[in-house]
């Protein structure tokens, strides 16, 4: 987290600067089936955030040296745009789309099916074309509904959102302001139907109450946007590619 | 890439096709697929635009920085055009450093923006010898259904026209649009069952022969030219392709005219 | 990594043992291994430490560095954690850049670090505007034999707290002891036979699922989290690790203080 | 192109500044097999240009990913030595180098007869020892005679050769200053026997008939440098290595 | 070799700065088995540099085109820690690692019976964590005991150790006043059983009878040093890991 | 690489031929194959050598780079030596990254050349502190025959020995000739057929065991040595081939005088 203190963040009657109430997501819009060229895809608008993914596979995973024998392996990238930012960000990997493409992986290989399809590869693109706050929850969120579209069998969606702290009060769904000056960023990706926790990171300054508190939001979040992704995917089955 | 065999079926359906003068989709041999052209579309771009070409979708996005200027041109901002070919856009492709075809897509459309003189390079200097603008134009390809060059190219010169310069932002005066001045399309042809055609999609480039891409100005003027991919043509077969390529140009200026102000 | 028969059969092993509450190596759920913490054992570096925790050996060493500070924070010196998880550490890495389980491993204790706000970066400052001290903390893991997170978190933060601000050989004055104000501590919970046990073993990393590390601050708060590998967690199964953690930080915590002065 | 128009670049009666009419090329010189390490080798002088090319194969192409069922790869390296330039050229592959190696490989591709080779490489190595200006039309020029010298089957030899425009006139065959301060380039790999054109890149300012003028001066280039290519090719097999 | 001349190494009794004869070590320490996790290991003091070295293998060699057929390939890193010298150094690899670990690689492929695994590939990982001077011999001594230690067959086992000039005077074993500041430095890796040398490098400026008592100097340093690492491999045996 | 068969047979040869003294090129053990030194052949380098040494061929260019002095050294120009074993030299060669047969080969010809002193340093100033001249040496190997160190080496003094300090293009004064006052000369032995000989060839590399290269200056003195590859020697043997060296060392250097003025 950013700098502490000195940023107002609240207005006096206890909403937030863009006005939504302390447990209140900013919008979020959702379609699938965006992409022509991919087995699966989806976008997910979240906030001033927009990220694509795109799904590959099951294909032959190769070289074999990357292969496991009784499982697919799921290939990630999670890629910030080079005009996805106010600064523009040089192409390629960095050491925190690296680390954001590990832990996204890890948590969809909790839910995908990975032992159907062993010797296999996913590939899961993640492209982030506006980044406001909390792109790798949006991502999250987006992958889940692209491998849906591409048939692939998951126990279920996960859903990314985030809860955190600003003047000392727990918020959900930080935006760019809160999470630059706030004190507590807390990722999570969720199954909404099992209540399994899949994804998690934090940083800043929680205490166990409050950690409690953001745990609390970030499920309530979580299980409206399930909502969205599901009515996506109906949405693509009953229309066709709804680009 | 090592499975050729199914290119070698494609190859053949494609010739028998051409014989009776048709294509794989339907379409004529100079026939363009449908496009889709939105322009600001991205939020944190100075200039954005989305192409939706058949299967094709790219988007371009442009932003602006500072820079010291050239020795040689004191006065005078610059341009930088990258491309990203990334795996997103097609099974075909594989992450790691830039591919040879991500830097030839690059590099040809920015030559087409830049032989063509549509920047008013004079208009991005801030302070002369200490401080010009940079833009930085980023070509980022998310699906590939064929046909590439036209679609970036096409997305690159609607960004530029969309494009505000953040002078605000920067504390260095306040914002104005980027001056672009003229708009150069580009128009690609690919020897298809042994003739050139234009706008080939992804089967017709996969069964396909050598690529022919060349920019024209708005007075017609040819300002680049790339031949790519195995194969050869001959001095009349570009006079013909030439000829369509100037009607289509046209067209497709109109469509950006029609969207940008 | 293709061999996958051996953690197969090592699994059935762990989810028995488990059932009777019991540990391939004989600890009990919650039980840490034991550890030797040395500090101010490496020569060339101004701080320095070593943890051998079971089978794992991390060496951490400080480095400073003179730098232009940020231009939001002209009177703050500034922090860097780099891990290096090189072949030398266990015949399962290999050489090349940093993998994604190297940059995951700096960038977890880079946070724990940071979060806490242990170090008075005011106290670092030599010139404002000009020149401040970097803080350089490397983490050379020499030996994996698991839980390598904590052992390189306890590595740093006594390495940090050993560290002395080079300022004579610098020619900016004096040297002084680094300001480190807190003694944030992470703790790792792994899922080992289907429960989560606290500072698993190699055998039981290979065998087990997903991974929780937290890092807990003087006052209890929490600063740092990170769920990885393949796995999912419920809320009450957090609530019970956390509390584990609280206790296990502060006995590690005071074998830092024994350690530094 | 560079800048435009104030530096002059012809003469008052019409020729240019070091002499030449219009379409009239700078001085060629080629010798065949000069490299004892490679299978085929060709040296090119042009102007002041300088190019070796190292021709290896027909090979096992490995890794096995790269390998093409029904006809060899063209591995093709275009590179300019640290000290072939004005100012150093720092050693590696940069985005020019990886552009002309692409362009030439698909040039050469198109002559030779890949197809009696399939599953093969053939590395063509071209480095430029001095660069004067259209490096690039002497690589190709160069591998074509080294590819004949190595014994590899072709349809016919292809040439480099590049004309342009200058204060508003087509010339044959820029040199430095015009490559500089001219107004159009326009490179071609020419096949003479078949009059097909096999490379082909432009940048600047042409207009329809500007082009043709251009295309006509670079087929009439393009012939007499045939020629030479199969004097330095004849002479190989006459007198052993020429070196 | 640094600077030249002007800055006093030799005391005015013909003793060193530090106090040692010209024919002198600096004080060596050798360990065995010192990392858990690897196959066979060492650690090194020798002067104020610190060593440890990791040995894995035989294993298989892969990718496989890295197999030799008649042998084992020994795949031999050199690398100097991040706060192992006064300047904090970048980490991964640089040219001057590079070549250390390719002529180190070669000395230890002469002692080791390479010939008893072919197609296979043994791991030494030689990291620098303290540098003085002479890194490179100790990063030998320690491997040559992390190789046995590992139970890996050798004709003998290797020494690192150097000598050089100061002052015009041939000195054993430099320190980094000496390196700094010296005439010559000539390390070498001796196989102290058989008189043979493995590992030799030069720069500086040495006379022919320079060069002769520098090489008696290395061979009578070699001597010590090989009956301290015959002592750790001992203690080894003796007494397990003497961590 | 994996193709072993044919080393296996070529060392059985070697070694008979060995046994009577003979070499597979029916050389006599010390004797060195032919070799052409062209001098100042190539366009755009401020000096440069192209050295024909049997089946190997080498071009060195020297182009020069104003730089601010090092902190310690303010009056003093420095050198850089670079060296490219790129895949156009042999068959054996990948294209890639630097291998560690390039940066040796780098390194040992650049030491041989630094340590002699033969470049004056200070020669090279333009403005104490502020300004000073690199030279910067390319070695460019064409054509692999074998004993390229030595070939390199020779390229390398050849090519500095012909350099202009190109002042007047730079705009700080008029060109003068780089000032070189000594000739280093590297000589390389190889183990063949169970003996060292002078100047091995390609098929006697392949066939052979290490390798030992000798920096010799103009008064005899050493100034670089490095052992390479697989293999050991003794002693009495290195004192045998430095006696060798001495002599060959002697005829190079002529020969560079005579080719320079």
């Not at chain 2, 970036?152 to 649009?177: H, K, S």
């Amino acid at each position: 987290m950013g700098g502490y203190g000195d940023v107002k963040l609240l207005n006096d009657d206890g909403t937030r600067l863009d006005g939504r109430a302390i447990d209140e997501m900013r919008p979020v819009e959702i379609r699938a089936g965006v992409l022509p060229a991919a087995d699966g895809s989806a976008y997910v608008k979240h906030g001033l955030n927009e990220a694509i993914v795109a799904v590959y596979g099951p294909m032959e995973a190769h070289p074999r040296r990357i292969q496991l024998q009784d499982q697919a392996v799921l290939d990630v990238r999670y890629n910030m745009a080079p005009f996805s930012t106010s600064d523009r960000i040089r192409p390629g990997f960095n050491r925190r789309s690296r680390e954001i493409s590990k832990v996204t992986a890890e948590a969809l290989a909790s839910v995908v099916l990975v032992e159907r399809y062993p010797r296999s590869k996913i590939r899961v693109e993640i492209e982030i074309l506006s980044a406001e706050a909390g792109t790798r929850c949006v991502g999250i969120t987006a992958a889940a509904v692209a491998l849906a579209d591409a048939g692939i069998p998951m126990r279920d969606l996960i859903v990314g959102v985030a809860a955190g702290k600003v003047e000392d009060t727990v918020v959900l769904d930080l935006d760019k302001a809160e999470d630059n000056y706030g004190q507590a960023d807390l990722p999570m990706g969720i199954m909404p139907a099992t209540g399994e926790i899949a994804f998690m990171q934090m940083d800043g300054d929680l205490s166990m109450d409050e950690l409690n508190t953001a745990i609390e939001y970030c499920f309530k979040g979580a299980a409206d946007i399930y909502e969205l992704q599901k009515a996506a995917l109906k949405d693509r089955y009953d229309g066709g590619v709804s680009q | 890439m090592s499975t050729q065999t199914v290119p070698q079926l494609l190859r053949q359906q494609l010739a028998i096709l051409a014989e009776s003068d048709q294509r794989i989709d339907g379409r004529g041999r100079w026939e363009m697929r449908d496009i889709d052209l939105e322009v600001g579309c991205l939020y944190n771009a100075e200039g954005s635009a989305k192409v939706t070409w058949g299967d094709t979708v790219i988007y371009a996005g442009v932003k602006f920085e500072i820079r010291t200027p050239y020795d040689d041109r004191p006065a005078q901002g610059s341009l930088m055009c990258g491309s990203e070919l990334r795996p997103v856009a097609h099974r075909k492709y594989d992450p790691g450093p830039p591919s040879p075809e991500s830097i030839e897509l690059g590099r040809v459309v920015d030559r087409g923006i830049r032989e063509s003189g549509c920047i008013d390079m004079a208009n991005l200097c801030i302070v002369p010898g200490e401080k010009v603008w940079m833009v930085v134009l980023d070509i980022h390809v998310l699906s590939d259904g064929g046909n590439l060059f036209d679609a970036a190219g096409l997305a690159a010169i609607a960004a530029l026209r969309n494009a505000t310069v953040p002078a605000a932002r920067f504390d260095v005066g306040e914002d104005y649009q980027l001056p672009v001045s003229l708009t150069p399309i580009m128009t690609t042809f690919t020897r298809v069952g042994g003739r050139l055609v234009y706008d080939a999609n992804e089967e017709e480039e996969l069964g396909g022969d050598e690529r022919v891409s060349v920019t024209l100005g708005d007075t017609g003027a040819m300002h680049s030219m790339q031949k790519g991919l195995k194969g050869t043509f001959t001095p009349p077969e570009l006079a013909e392709i030439l000829d369509v390529a100037a009607e289509h140009c046209k067209n497709l200026r109109e469509l950006v005219d029609s969207k940008v102000n």
